[in-house]
Antibody, heavy 116, light 111 residues
Framework: QVHLVESGGGVVQPGRSLRLSCAAS????????MHWVRQTPGKGLEWVAV????????YYGDSVKGRFTISRDNAKNTLYLQMNSLRPEDTAVYYC?????????WGQGTLVSVSS | QLVLSQSPSASASLGASVKLTCTLS???????IAWHQQQPEKGPRLLMT???????RKGDGIPDRFSGSSSGAERYLSISSLQSEDEADYYC?????????FGGGTKLTVL
């Protein structure tokens, strides 16, 4: 049974950093590309970033390019999102998802709130 | 530019059927999509992946009341025998070269 569990969210001041984690289980993590997707309160879904199964390629949405970095540790079955220079508009619930290649499993999300 | 368009809202009565639409942008009419459901206060879950020829594959545990079809640039999600738990937001999603895209979502109200 596929299971994705995000952690690391919280309240942070503008300009600061935060690192999110996503622990994966129930499948061969190293065989799948993984994504981060976010949802602003009361709004729709926005794709954030993707990392290839082996980490060889990474792509980012325009709104986070240059500030966020996606990474993974296949030995630990864990996906990460390093978020730097955070802005109030980054406030959202962040989900990790498995890509096959469309998103077939989602985590429950972790809330990031950027506020002074 | 790869864009998915959805109506913001839809409604139907308990026990009735409803058909939601997702429209692909020009030049992308052969793309496959996924339909995701997001119930209130929950994370999204995959309902199905849907190809341009109308063939589809459902996610784990998705009941037969949910089905998909395609026509040109349109991708449809049909729900029959509507139940109260079907009241949710429904998103379509696709991908292109180095980009993954969501539609704006349709909020379905079950009357």
């Amino acid at each position: 049974q596929v299971h994705l569990v995000e952690s690391g969210g919280g309240v942070v001041q503008p300009g600061r950093s935060l690192r999110l984690s996503c622990a994966a289980s129930g499948f061969t993590f190293s065989s799948y590309a993984m994504h981060w997707v976010r949802q602003t309160p009361g709004k729709g879904l926005e794709w954030v970033a993707v990392i290839w199964y082996d980490g060889s390629n990474k792509y980012y949405g325009d709104s986070v390019k240059g500030r966020f970095t996606i990474s993974r540790d296949n030995a630990k079955n864990t996906l990460y999102l390093q978020m730097n220079s955070l802005r109030p508009e980054d406030t959202a619930v962040y989900y990790c998802t498995r890509a096959a290649p469309l998103f077939d499993y989602w985590g429950q999300g972790t809330l990031v709130s950027v506020s002074s | 530019q790869l864009v998915l368009s959805q109506s913001p809202s839809a409604s139907a009565s308990l026990g009735a059927s409803v058909k939601l639409t997702c429209t692909l942008s020009s030049g992308h009419i052969n793309y496959a999509i996924a339909w995701h459901q997001q119930q209130p206060e929950k994370g999204p879950r995959l309902l199905m992946t849907l190809n341009s020829d109308g063939t589809h594959r459902k996610g784990d545990g998705i009941p037969d009341r949910f089905s998909g079809s395609s026509s040109g640039a349109e991708r449809y999600l049909s729900i029959s025998s509507l139940q109260s738990e079907d009241e949710a937001d429904y998103y379509c999603q696709t991908w292109g070269p180095d980009i993954w895209v969501f539609g704006g979502g349709t909020k379905l109200t079950v009357l």
